[in-house]
T-cell receptor
Framework: EAQVTQNPRYLITVTGKKLTVTCSQNMNHEYMSWYRQDPGLGLRQIYYSMNVEVTDKGDVPEGYKVSRKEKRNFPLILESPSPNQTSLYFC????????????FGQGTRLTVV | GQQVMQIPQYQHVQEGEDFTTYCNSSTTLSNIQWYKQRPGGHPVFLIQLVKSGEVKKQKRLTFQFGEAKKNSSLHITATQTTDVGTYFCAMEYGNKLVFGAGTILRVKS
């Protein structure tokens, strides 16, 4: 089954404790991205990757890192989480950069206390 | 930077009433996409519009792309309880896919 898999689905952590949210897709998609969703703000892009070893900042990259060592995986790293990073996070992938639908993972609900 | 305005932010309708959400861009678009997110779920692709003035239908949903390719609308005829959720437009700006803030639809039965 074609899918985007994120883990974990829920996470509660403390300020400053490094964490990684994993994302994997099995559709051989080139383009992957991370979004955060906050009430009233919609989905805001954090980082995106156009292919292996090619990543770039989205609209809200501060406090986040990503890597794309393999085509299927695109982890999101929070080196020192802060409470303002409490949010719902979605990973998405699409076949190419433009004009193709994005497939979303199930989401990760992160709470930083 | 790019701006995507989506209105209304929230709409509560009686089952059987119509619903419309609108998106506007500050720049001319190559295409626009629409997504639906059910409560507690993830966004799911509905459709993509590419041509100026394009109109596409999916059962009770009608999608329009403006003549100037700067605005779009999603209209639902005779809403049902299964239509509840948040509807997002999404626009490509360079290498980014930028989403509107979404319109939350609630349907009273």
């Amino acid at each position: 089954e074609a899918q985007v898999t994120q883990n974990p689905r829920y996470l509660i952590t403390v300020t400053g404790k490094k964490l990684t949210v994993t994302c994997s897709q099995n559709m051989n998609h080139e383009y992957m991205s991370w979004y955060r969703q906050d009430p009233g703000l919609g989905l805001r892009q954090i980082y995106y990757s156009m292919n292996v070893e090619v990543t770039d900042k989205g609209d809200v990259p501060e406090g986040y890192k990503v890597s794309r060592k393999e085509k299927r995986n695109f982890p999101l790293i929070l080196e020192s989480p802060s409470p303002n990073q409490t949010s719902l996070y979605f990973c998405a992938s699409s076949f190419s950069r433009l004009g193709t639908e994005a497939f979303f993972g199930q989401g990760t609900r992160l709470t930083v206390v | 930077g790019q701006q995507v305005m989506q209105i209304p932010q929230y709409q509560h309708v009686q089952e059987g009433e119509d619903f419309t959400t609108y998106c506007n861009s500050s720049t001319t678009l190559s295409n626009i996409q629409w997504y639906k997110q059910r409560p507690g779920g993830h966004p799911v692709f509905l459709i993509q519009l590419v041509k100026s003035g394009e109109v596409k239908k999916q059962k009770r949903l009608t999608f329009q792309f403006g003549e100037a390719k700067k605005n779009s609308s999603l209209h639902i005829t005779a809403t049902q309880t299964t239509d509840v959720g948040t509807y997002f437009c999404a626009m490509e700006y360079g290498n980014k896919l930028v989403f509107g803030a979404g319109t939350i639809l609630r349907v009273k039965s």
